[in-house]
């Protein structure tokens, strides 16, 4: 188990381990990936192995104002609600960890808690309230929706940012005579930023993602990507799906990148902290 | 006060709801746990809560078996390979589960590419019924939940230092007792960590059980049916309250394990 | 090493009749990863109930010749034998070997006794039996009423004396020790240290500890390797290391010492030499071998003699202080010879009776020709 000398039983165990872990991560991505080549099939039909190559699905994906309205209301939706969930995150972490609260950990599970329990709870909850108000197919219903489950995930990653340098340079940023407001935005900001940005991402890409609410809470007008492939998937399977798909599957991709880049940068960061001091 | 804002949301679009599906629960027309009677005396809905259960425990239990060599051999690699490791982990735990339930379904269907390969291969000569079984959703359910499990694991192996292996190697103990008198007690925190996230989230699931199938409803999906096909909400909401109590018990108990076993040691 | 698995063969713990030390060797060992060479061709033999320290700046690789004997370091090229069987492919469990780790590597999740238990229960011993070594072994380091504890609840030092009795409480008959005091404050650094030699003494294993503190090493061990860049510097006794350093990089770092670089050499007299400075001063000091590749003379602090008796040395001169300072116990002065860039450091006990000189104040100074000696410089 650590690169020194073993008998050839330990060997042979450890290569099989190895090989297991190697399918199940083949099993884990691959399947996903079937939808590749059938998104570039000419069929009419999800066929497989697809008898032609064409462009024609994306050609259809691109030219329909069902998906180009979904594209418009997911931005509407997502973007808003990541800003709400990250103010509100940043708010919630610098209480809960910084600050001097009660039952800190109470509080941590309780704000951490819209995004493990099933949606499904949330959904039923949410409508007959929305209703009443007149909120159900309006952006701002889905918009503060969103926010709950997603402020979690804020919450999260700059929790982590917090905790990962000590308390010292807002202390001494005091003691030079800064005020709260300007220990945040000169000290405590600049060191979490990455953290934010990251937490601000994840937010974006799950509501995004996110279906079950976005069932309830929204009309055919502001319905989202992901309500309009659901709602396709239970009527057709043309090949126009998988093109969906595959469009969305590769933002996905370019939002994690991004988020990866911005943690690569706070590794980065971190390694001089002065920095952040210093401004 | 910090604080204000963000409970303040909570409270409305949080708190308030779950309260609301809670006394929705009680108000039927046959008297306050008139609802609850129902869930009891109706079979295919007991049924579902159990096979729920099942489900969960089915897919738990794999996800886990599966999960654990991944996690070591990423906790293991460096440089290159880890990042490798990561982004193969990371990017289906970003990606959206109607996606990679869709891609089960285009796998599973009877004219899928599973059955039209096995077909071409000559293995099969008929289509076999693959999506609507019970081991064809929890394949697809297993594959969907194993992130959660992996990154769990994961950030518990990283954490474990190797001079303990080290150590255990040079008081005498072979790979395998290496293994399971050190390595394992010293991981349990990721293994409990991820079996009641993908616990909890397989007994909430809808997505894949509602596209693929299986010889009954998940809760989840039962609770879509009453409300959008028969409009019964206090029944859907006295199934969520159901769901919701099993939820909040085991996300309790996992927090009252998980600070005892942290106030057990772990003081490096 | 192959009767480690009985039970009986491990015997009781403070009986030094039957558990005598290993005889170890390394026999051209090195080691690569990948470009970077981290150990060139060493070869080393340690006798049988040795206590031997391994010094040097952090890098330098005493933990990488440590792991090629505990078995986590496959050596690149080389045999390592232990009382002449060569075990480079014996895996770390069926070696036998006591290690005791830098931060100790206690089991988190197990109490101190089941930590201690632990490798008699690799061994297949009895319940019994182990409660029974286990409470003999708290005993030795006088832990007997913390045995049900878990390894966080305790202090550091008490942390130590737990990895000191896992790594012993099975007789090892080589105990491999990674800057074991490391983690220790001064204060119990010092008492560790006895406690260290006192445990060596009634145990009688041969014992490889690394360490970069010179004077812990100094005062444990039998003989000591200063090890710089993947190379074995020098090996000896303390004394000889400090007294007689063969470079520049062992004499200052065993303790302080001043260099004056050598122009040419004069004169050689059996074990001594007559050279000149590159400041042109004229001067004995002691040539231990091979006096052409020599080419600085050493001096150590505490033989330099400063007033009116350096006139009556071998070498004599008139110095002017530069800096002048007291520390507990002596005063300290940086003292410059004509014709010299650097300063000499000299050291004398400090009593009521004695004057510090100011800088700037003319003094004798002077040393004996055995006093000082001729190093390689670089
Ligand atoms: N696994 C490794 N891969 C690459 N270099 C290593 C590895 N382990 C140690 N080294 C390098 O070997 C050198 C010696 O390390 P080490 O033996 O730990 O030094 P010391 O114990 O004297 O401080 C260091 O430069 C270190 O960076
Ligand atoms: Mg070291």
Redesign the interface.
């Known amino acids: 188990m ?6 050839p039983v ?1 060997r042979i165990l450890s290569a099989g381990i190895a090989l297991l872990a190697v399918l199940v991560l083949i099993y884990l991505v691959l399947p996903t990936l079937v939808i590749v080549p059938l998104s570039f099939s000419s069929d009419t039909f999800l066929k497989f192995p697809p008898s032609g190559f064409s462009t024609r699905w994306y050609e259809s994906f691109a030219a329909s104002t069902d998906y180009q309205l979904a594209i418009l209301n997911s931005l509407k939706i997502g973007v808003p609600a990541a800003l709400v969930a990250t103010v509100f995150g940043v708010m919630a972490a610098l209480a809960v960890v910084r600050g001097a609260v009660p039952f800190r950990r109470t509080l941590a599970a309780l704000i951490i808690a819209p995004l493990i329990l099933p949606q499904i709870i949330l959904a039923i909850g949410l409508f007959p309230l929305m209703a009443k108000v007149g909120l159900i197919g309006t952006y701002p219903g889905i918009v503060l929706a969103h926010a709950v489950v997603t402020m979690p995930l804020v919450f999260i990653t700059v929790s982590a940012a917090l905790r990962n340098y000590a308390p010292t340079y807002e202390l001494a940023a005091m003691t030079l005579g800064a005020n709260p407001w300007r220990t945040f935005r000169h000290v405590t900001f600049p060191m979490i930023r990455p953290g934010v940005i990251v937490g601000f991402i994840f937010a974006l890409t799950f509501s995004f993602d996110e279906l079950i609410l976005a069932m309830f809470l929204t009309s055919p007008t502001t319905r989202t990507v992901p309500r309009l492939l659901w709602e396709q998937l239970n009527f057709q399977m043309t090949p126009i799906i998988a093109a969906a798909t595959v469009v969305l599957l590769t933002a996905t991709i370019a939002l994690l990148c991004l988020a990866a880049i911005a943690g690569a940068g706070a590794r980065r960061r971190m390694g001089r902290p002065a920095e952040g001091v210093n401004g | 006060m910090l604080l204000a804002a963000p409970l303040t949301l909570l409270a409305l679009f949080f708190l308030l709801p779950l309260l609301t599906v809670f006394g929705q629960s009680f108000a039927a027309p046959d008297g306050p746990l008139g609802t609850y009677a129902r869930v009891a005396g109706d079979s295919a809905l007991r049924y579902s809560l159990i096979y729920t259960f099942q489900t969960a425990a089915i897919v738990t239990l794999a996800a886990l078996v599966l999960s654990y060599p991944v996690a070591f051999l990423i906790s293991r690699a460096q440089g290159r390979w880890l990042v490798i490791g990561m982004v193969l982990v990371l990017v289906p735990f970003w990606t959206s589960a109607v996606i990679r339930s869709y891609a089960w379904l285009v796998l599973l269907q009877r004219r899928g590419v599973v059955n039209e390969i096995m077909l071409a291969l000559g293995l099969i000569d008929r289509p076999l019924r693959l999506a609507n079984t019970d081991l064809g959703t929890h394949v697809a359910m297993v594959q969907i939940m194993l992130p959660f499990m992996i990154l769990p694991l994961l950030s518990a192996m990283r954490g474990i ?1 190797p ?2 292996l ?10 395998w ?2 293994f399971v ?2 390595y394992l ?2 991981s349990t925190p990721g293994v409990g960590a991820g079996c009641v996230l993908v616990f909890i989230s397989t007994l909430g699931f809808y997505i894949t059980p509602a596209l693929l199938g299986g010889s009954s409803p998940m809760i989840a999906v039962a609770i879509e049916q009453q409300v959008s096909r028969l409009l019964d909400w206090p029944l859907a909401s006295a199934l969520a309250t159901v769901l919701l109590v099993l939820t909040c018990a085991l996300f309790m108990l996992y927090e009252r394990l998980n600070r005892r076993l942290a106030g ?5 | 090493m192959n009767d ?1 698995s009985s039970s009986q063969a491990l015997g009781t713990f403070p009986d030094t009749s039957r558990t005598r030390g290993a005889r170890v060797e390394f026999d051209r060992v090195s080691k690569d990863y990948g470009e970077l060479t981290v150990l060139h061709e060493t070869s080393l033999t340690i006798e049988a109930g040795e206590f031997f320290a391994l010094i040097g700046p952090s890098g330098s690789g005493k933990s990488t010749l440590l792991g090629v004997l ?5 050596p690149s090229y080389g045999a390592v034998k232990v009382d002449g069987t060569d075990i ?12 005791v ?3 100790y ?5 197990m109490s101190v006794a089941e930590n201690i238990g ?2 008699l ?3 297949g011993c009895g319940k019994g039996e182990i409660a029974e070594r286990v409470k003999k072994a708290l005993a030795m380091v006088r832990l007997e009423a913390l045995g049900e504890r ?4 305790l202090s550091g030092g008490q942390q130590q004396r737990v990895a000191l009795a ?2 012993a409480v ?1 007789d090892p008959r080589l105990l491999l020790m990674d800057e074991p005091l490391g983690a220790l404050d001064k204060n119990l650094r010092e008492e560790m240290q006895d406690e260290i030699k006192r445990f060596q003494r009634a145990f009688g294993a041969t014992v490889i500890y690394v360490t970069h503190d010179q004077q812990e090493a100094a005062f444990l061990a039998d003989r000591l390797a200063v090890m710089r860049g993947g190379m074995l510097e020098q090996i000896g006794t303390p004394r000889q290391l400090y007294e007689m350093p063969g470079t520049h990089f062992v004499a200052s770092f065993l303790g302080e010492a001043s260099l004056l670089p050598v122009a040419e050499i004069v004169e050689r007299h059996g074990r001594e030499v007559t050279v000149r400075t590159q400041g042109g001063l004229v001067l004995r000091a002691l040539a231990p071998s091979r006096v052409s590749e020599r080419r600085a003379v050493c001096l150590r602090p505490e033989n330099i003699a400063i007033g009116a008796s350096a006139r009556e040395r071998d070498n004599h001169f008139l110095g002017v202080v530069e800096e002048a300072v007291f520390t507990t116990g002596t005063l300290r002065y940086r003292v410059r010879l004509p014709g010299t860039d650097g300063a000499l450091t000299v050291r004398v006990p400090s009593h009521p009776g004695i004057e510090l000189l100011p800088p700037g104040a003319s003094v004798d100074i002077g040393w004996d020709a055995t006093m000082a000696v001729t190093i390689a410089e670089e």
Do not use: C
Not at chain 3, 91 to 98: F, L, V
């Open positions: 650590n690169g020194a000398a073993t008998t330990w | 230092d001079s303990m080290r150590a255990a190697a040079i008081l005498g103990a072979n790979p007792r290496q008198n050190v007690p010293l057990a040691g772990e003081g490096r | 480690m505990a078995g986590f370091v496959p480079v492919a014996v895996p770390p469990y069926r070696r036998n070997i006591g290690m780790f830098q931060n590597a206690l089991f988190p999740h632990f490798p229960k690799m061994r878990r390894p966080a609840q896992r790594a099975y």
